[in-house]
Nanobody, 119 residues
Framework: QVQLVESGGGLVQAGGSLRLSCAASGRTFSSLGWFRQAPGKEREFVARINRSGGSTYYADFVKGRFTISRDNAKNTVHLQMNSLKPEDTAVYYC??????????????WGQGTLVTVSE
């Protein structure tokens, strides 16, 4: 059974940092990623990383501020978020795919972790 369990969300002031983690189990995943959904908005892509960790992709609005990484030995993926802004407030979701192509659609999703950035 596939499980993706996020942790690390919380309340932080603007300019602060948070590190999200996602523990994945049940499959060997190729790409792992993070998405987010703000209140009243559609879910949007944040970042993804391939199996080796050698290829990463970011949404323009997080480039230079967020860093995605993974630990295959622990089946975890992390999202280090720095210089947080109030507009980063959202539920952050971990996602995984077994597809090999770098643009493979994500098949599995976590339940999400809430990140709230105050002024």
């Amino acid at each position: 059974q596939v499980q993706l369990v996020e942790s690390g969300g919380g309340l932080v002031q603007a300019g602060g940092s948070l590190r999200l983690s996602c523990a994945a189990s049940g499959r060997t995943f190729s790409s792992l990623g993070w998405f987010r959904q703000a209140p009243g908005k559609e879910r949007e892509f944040v970042a993804r990383i391939n199996r080796s960790g050698g290829s990463t992709y970011y949404a323009d609005f997080v480039k230079g501020r967020f860093t995605i990484s993974r630990d295959n030995a622990k089946n975890t993926v992390h999202l280090q978020m720095n210089s947080l802004k109030p507009e980063d407030t959202a539920v952050y979701y971990c996602a995984a795919t077994q597809g090999i192509a770098i643009n493979s659609q994500f098949q599995y999703w976590g339940q999400g972790t809430l990140v709230t950035v105050s002024e």
